[in-house]
């Protein structure tokens, strides 16, 4: 059973970097093709940050790709989420999820990050 | 951002059949084929109930089916349960200025009276 579980700081300051990390059991990620974060600001709607492929490979929303970079680690266990100069617009949940084709099949239960001094 | 509008809320009685649209609203290109489908209960994650417009994941409930027209997607609930009250999303590959991207619909609050 494929698992995902996403861990960060949880409070981040104003103009500071934020990083993330998914861990994920049960499959590699050089077994499935691409991998996306996704994250969800409280009360909003669901905002695709970028998606990375295991051999490096990576897209990214265009409003975003200025501040963001996702990568894969050496053990093909975890995917990692950075973005810098954070603001307070970017207090949300952000979710690791498995793309399936043009979907997104599995998701992780998210962990909240909230950008406050 | 957003270039996929959805109703903000669509209601229905036990046993209905309730339709949820996905139009784009923007001038970039929005491929329909690849729309799917997020049901997302109030704390919890997004599932994915239907993917390229039509395919339903293994487990997702026949109740649940997905279609397209022109530059419509549509999410139709049947025999709606009380268990179906939740956030629903469409979701699409866009192009927006030049450079492809997953884009998101508003989302869309079902409600079971």
């Known amino acids: 059973q494929v698992q995902l579980d996403e861990s960060g700081p949880g409070l981040v300051k104003p103009s500071a970097t934020l990083s993330l990390t998914c861990t994920v059991s049960g499959t590699s990620i050089n077994i499935h093709n691409w991998w996306s974060w996704i994250r969800q600001p409280p009360g909003g709607g669901l905002e695709w940050i970028g998606e990375?492929?295991?051999?490096?490979?990576?897209n990214y929303n265009p409003s975003l790709s200025s501040r963001v970079d996702i990568s894969v680690g050496e053990s093909k266990k975890q995917m990692s989420l950075t973005m810098i100069s954070v603001t307070a617009a970017d207090t949300a949940i952000y979710y690791c999820?498995?793309?399936?084709?043009?979907?997104?099949?599995?998701w992780g239960h998210g962990t909240e990050v909230v950008v406050s001094s | 951002q957003s270039a996929l509008t959805q109703s903000a809320s669509v209601s229905g009685s036990p046993g209905q059949s309730i339709t949820i649209s996905c139009i784009g609203t923007s001038g970039d290109f929005v491929n329909y084929d690849l729309v799917s489908w997020y049901q997302q209960y109030p704390g919890k994650a997004p599932k994915l109930i239907i993917f390229?417009?039509?395919e339903r994941p293994s487990g997702v409930s026949p109740r649940f089916s997905g279609s397209k027209s022109a530059n419509t997607a549509s999410l139709t609930i049947s025999g709606l349960q009380a268990e179906d009250e939740a956030d629903y999303y469409c979701c699409t590959l866009t192009r927006i200025n030049g450079r492809s991207t997953y884009v998101f619909g508003t989302g869309a609050k079902v409600t079971v009276l």
């Open positions: 390229d417009v039509t």
């Open positions: 999820v498995r793309n399936k084709g043009h979907s997104f099949d599995i």
């Open positions: 990375v492929y295991f051999n490096g490979d990576r």
